[in-house]
């Protein structure tokens, strides 16, 4: 068996070939290298498109038809969303807001505020 290199970031998730972190679970969709600098060039690549990811080159044998075989305690399952939370915290966080506020954001004074700030000049001098 051959020796393939692959990229992993810090959430255990796989680059595959449309430029996606996936879970592994699909090895035949993986990014795959057969020569570590081809992965080290792809890892310098992603992160000067995406400075957060935390990259690491793993190396692993192919099976006869050259899929990459993951072990199975690697390959990691996406969180799960609920929607209805999801839906819920949007609904408050729109309702918290006060109308004053908003009519006062789209009609902001003329002047700049600029009465507001000497005020507060003016109160600290007397």
Known sequence: MTQVFLLRNQHGYFFNRQGEWVSGREAASL???????EAINEVFEISARDFGQRIEIVELPVSEKGVPQVPAEWIVEPPVVVEEEAAVEGDASTSQASPQASESDANPPQDGGADVHMDFFRAESA
């Open 31 to 37: 990014f795959r290298a057969h020569h570590k600098d």
